[in-house]
């Protein structure tokens, strides 16, 4: 387990040290007053879940799906499903517990819905090897327990160790993601492709291995798929990168996107998102101009060339948030929703919103939707948000709640 809190947790170690000393400040400038957050489940703990790092993702019926690193029977992680009902009510299921072992440990991202209802996602920790696993649950058509399978465990060599971000589902069936380690010793990029006949192991393949320096370590994040490339970040590497990787001919190449060369234009990017017209946004968890973290886009305006950063927007870690993990939402009018994990009016993190200007060449607008109280309320999210209808967002908090141990939330404008 000190392997990965050392690894994967150290982001949450430090934005709560950071949380803390935020509140000590007393921050007391109010937030945007009408959007309204619902607390849609409490974690208590136990079985139930605890301490979810990842968002939720959209499933049938209305219900939502996540992950929670830590619970469960085996208190190594669970996944789990809300479910509306009668009321405003919420129910939440325990899809799987993680058992550990062979099983896999430690969740740390949202899974992927594919055909049928079926998720896959991975585990840290665990295996066969424990270096972490992908993994299969598949529904039951009765309705009973849900089923799961380890696709592939990490060996913990060439092959990768401990992936942090999910996997992405291509059209053909594959599935790609990351590992945070191994490779080179930097991590590496893979792909999982089924067997043939739909029966029998799946074959994993390292499509690239991190190098290290500028060429980046510790990939982070769920891949994010744009007209058959994929992209991520890189926790490290001068200060971070942004990557690309490509397949022309069954050959898959990598290249650098951009490399956060210095502190005070970002640090540590998590994760990046595309809009209609290919324009990356992204966040970094630290650095700029007061040390907590940017928004960024990134244009790629002539194909070839070099992609064009700016900067939408510099956290000073005071009202306005700070040390944002989760990836960025992109709603109607180019709006760009995010949470930051610190500040706010209370210090325990904020859900924000960032408007394009309206004449080229001024700056976006930041709005702070919503300053966690800690309590019930929830504090320190850690997760990007779903953008729902009516642009209702849903995400998690890591701590507090009725419990302590987080929450789900909702939060219509």
């Not at 009408?34 to 019926?61: E, M, N, R, W």
């Not at 630290?286 to 939408?312: E, F, H, Q």
């Not at 702070?368 to 209702?392: A, I, M, R």
Request: negative net charge.
């Amino acid at each position: 387990m000190d392997r990965y809190v050392s690894m994967g947790f150290e982001c949450v170690n430090r934005a709560a040290r950071m949380g803390l000393a935020l509140a000590a400040l007393g921050y007391s400038i109010a937030a945007a007053a009408s959007p309204v957050l619902t607390t849609l489940y409490g974690f208590a703990g136990g079985d139930s879940g605890s301490y979810p790092q990842a968002g939720v993702i959209s499933y049938t019926g209305g219900a939502l799906i996540g992950t929670t690193p830590y619970g469960g029977n085996a208190s190594i992680g669970t996944v789990f499903q809300l479910t509306p009902g009668a009321g405003g009510t919420w129910s939440e299921t325990v899809l799987y517990s993680f058992k550990g072992g062979n099983d896999g440990a430690y969740p740390g991202a949202a899974p992927t819905v594919g055909t049928g209802g079926v998720l896959y996602g991975t585990t840290f920790a665990g295996g066969s090897a424990g270096a972490g696993t992908v993994y299969q649950l598949t529904p039951s058509k009765t309705g009973g327990a849900w089923t799961e399978t380890v696709l592939y465990s990490f060996k913990g060599g060439a092959d990768g160790s401990g992936p942090l971000g999910g996997v992405t589902l291509s059209a053909n069936g594959t599935l790609q993601g990351t590992t945070f380690s191994g490779g080179t010793g930097a991590g590496t990029i893979y792909q999982l492709t089924p067997p043939s006949g739909g029966t029998g192991p799946w074959t994993e393949s390292v499509i690239y291995s991190f190098q290290g320096g500028k060429d980046g370590s510790g990939p982070n994040s769920t891949l994010a798929s744009r007209n058959g490339a994929l992209y991520g970040t890189t926790y490290s590497g001068t200060e971070g990168t942004v990557f690309e990787v490509s397949e022309t001919a069954g050959t898959w190449n990598k290249t650098l996107v951009f490399n956060f060369v210095d502190y005070s234009i970002g640090e540590d990017p998590v994760g990046v998102v595309f809009d209609s017209n290919g324009l990356l946004y992204g966040n970094t968890t630290a650095g700029g101009s007061s040390g907590y973290g940017i928004v960024y886009t990134l244009k790629n305006a002539v194909k070839g060339k070099a992609w064009v950063r700016t900067t939408i927007h510099n956290y000073t870690g005071g009202t306005d948030g700070g040390s944002p993990y989760g990836t960025l939402a992109l709603g109607s009018g180019g709006v760009v929703y995010g949470t930051s994990s610190i500040g706010g009016t209370y210090g325990g993190g904020a859900v924000v919103q960032f408007t394009p200007p309206t004449t080229k060449g001024q700056p976006w607008t930041e709005t702070v939707l919503y300053s966690f109280k800690g309590g019930t309320d929830g504090s320190e999210p850690f997760s990007g948000l779903l953008l729902g209808s009516n642009n209702t967002l849903y995400g998690t908090t890591l701590f507090d709640g009725t419990s302590g141990y987080g929450t789900v939330f909702q939060l219509v404008p």
